[in-house]
């Protein structure tokens, strides 16, 4: 089955960039988008963005001037920069697979499976 | 805050039956579909519900979910010790060059 694993420093200082890689394996990740949400402790869930295989993304405004999503298809794995982080982006972050398919609109899709998480300390 | 509210707490008995809501607005669960998502302690996030109704492979059918208007709802009958979790309800919402958005999520107790 797919399966997903998040990796990346567990503690970033405020204003650096948080940088966090997803590795994908029981599927090929040419197949469908691929997202990160966040979940700060505590309390809940917040889209960050997903990407496809292609390299086409899409962020949530929210957060679109800080972060980048990209992916490596030849290592089946994708990657998160969010850029001058503050103690606001300490969290969990998870990475997930898009579902539902990739020729429909983006409220025909969800997020299944995902990984573990990590959690990431933003603190000097 | 979140962008759909949720009660933050639920509770029920062995057996009972419980619904957890979700109010949105136009902009997504009165335009789209909702899904529900389900987190027991100390792990991610899994899929209930999707596209408003529809339950994954291995989803219990004590587990359904409904959508009115910029509302929805997810029931549970013959409640379970084992369904004590966090529940979050989502949506697309079309606003703000669009976003996925979720609900602060419910704290399900099973008495």
């Given at each position: 089955q797919v399966q997903l694993r998040e990796s990346g420093p567990g503690l970033v200082k405020p204003?650096?960039?948080?940088?966090?890689?997803?590795?994908?394996s029981g599927a090929?990740?040419?197949?469908?988008?691929?997202?990160w949400i966040r979940q700060p402790p505590g309390k809940g869930l917040e889209w960050i963005g997903y990407i496809y295989y292609s390299g086409s993304t899409t962020y949530n405004p929210s957060l679109k001037s800080r972060v980048s999503i990209s992916i490596d298809t030849s290592n089946n794995q994708f990657f998160l920069k969010l850029k001058s982080v503050t103690a606001a982006d300490t969290a969990v972050y998870f990475c997930a697979r898009v579902e539902g398919g990739v020729a429909v609109p983006e409220t025909a899709r969800w997020f299944d499976p995902?990984?573990?998480?990590t959690l990431v300390t933003v603190s000097p | 805050q979140?962008?759909?509210?949720?009660?933050?707490?639920?509770?029920?008995?062995?057996?009972?039956?419980v619904t957890i809501s979700c109010s949105g607005s136009t902009s997504n669960i009165g335009n789209n579909y909702v899904y529900w998502y389900q987190q027991l302690p100390g792990t991610a996030p899994q899929v209930l519900i999707y596209r408003n109704n529809q339950r994954p492979s291995g989803v219990?059918?004590?587990?359904?979910?409904?959508k009115s208007g910029t509302s929805a709802s997810l029931a549970i009958s013959g409640l379970r010790s084992e369904d004590e979790a966090d529940y979050y309800c989502a949506a697309w919402d079309g606003s703000l060059s669009g976003r996925w958005v979720f609900g602060g999520g419910t704290k399900l107790t099973v008495l």
């Amino acid at each position: 089955q797919v399966q997903l694993r998040e990796s990346g420093p567990g503690l970033v200082k405020p204003s650096e960039t948080l940088s966090l890689a997803c590795a994908v394996s029981g599927a090929s990740i040419s197949t469908s988008y691929w997202t990160w949400i966040r979940q700060p402790p505590g309390k809940g869930l917040e889209w960050i963005g997903y990407i496809y295989y292609s390299g086409s993304t899409t962020y949530n405004p929210s957060l679109k001037s800080r972060v980048s999503i990209s992916i490596d298809t030849s290592n089946n794995q994708f990657f998160l920069k969010l850029k001058s982080v503050t103690a606001a982006d300490t969290a969990v972050y998870f990475c997930a697979r898009v579902e539902g398919g990739v020729a429909v609109p983006e409220t025909a899709r969800w997020f299944d499976p995902w990984g573990q998480g990590t959690l990431v300390t933003v603190s000097p | 805050q979140s962008v759909l509210t949720q009660p933050p707490s639920a509770s029920g008995t062995p057996g009972q039956r419980v619904t957890i809501s979700c109010s949105g607005s136009t902009s997504n669960i009165g335009n789209n579909y909702v899904y529900w998502y389900q987190q027991l302690p100390g792990t991610a996030p899994q899929v209930l519900i999707y596209r408003n109704n529809q339950r994954p492979s291995g989803v219990p059918d004590r587990f359904s979910g409904s959508k009115s208007g910029t509302s929805a709802s997810l029931a549970i009958s013959g409640l379970r010790s084992e369904d004590e979790a966090d529940y979050y309800c989502a949506a697309w919402d079309g606003s703000l060059s669009g976003r996925w958005v979720f609900g602060g999520g419910t704290k399900l107790t099973v008495l």
